[in-house]
């Protein structure tokens, strides 16, 4: 069982920046590959971001490719998403994911993720 706690939420203005933070319980989170998901009430959870195993490929979605960058430290267990040029748009609720395959893929679908973290508010004023 792997448990995942996202941190780093909160009230931002437009053009701002955030970085959350999720740590992840288990000796075998370098196996893993991480994703950042997002939802708005009444949406459906949408893919933002992904990190493959060694940290060595990552993936975005096209609404914030060149704003957001995903991280990872395996000696820390903990996967990181910076977020720069936050717009109003970007306010949802923030999830991560682990994926234990850990393929080097490029892998959007909520139900191709293993385990979730219980999320992370991110509200961005305009």
């Known amino acids: 069982q792997v448990q995942l706690v996202e941190s780093g939420g909160g009230l931002v203005q437009a053009g701002g920046s955030l970085r959350l933070s999720c740590a992840a319980s288990g000796r075998t989170f370098s196996s893993y590959a991480m994703g950042w998901f997002r939802q708005t009430p009444g949406k459906e959870r949408e893919f933002v971001a992904r990190?493959?195993?060694?940290?060595?490929?990552?993936y975005y979605a096209d609404s914030v490719k060149g704003r957001f960058t995903i991280s990872r430290d395996n000696a820390k267990n903990t996967v990181y998403l910076q977020m720069n040029s936050l717009k109003p748009e970007d306010t949802a609720v923030y999830y991560c994911?682990?994926?234990?395959?850990?393929?080097?893929?490029?892998?959007?679908?909520?139900?191709?993720?293993?385990?979730w973290g219980q999320g992370t508010q991110v509200t961005v004023s305009s």
């Open positions: 994911a682990a994926e234990v395959s850990g393929g080097d893929y490029d892998s959007r679908r909520v139900q191709a993720y293993d385990y």
């Open positions: 990190i493959n195993w060694s940290g060595g490929r990552t």
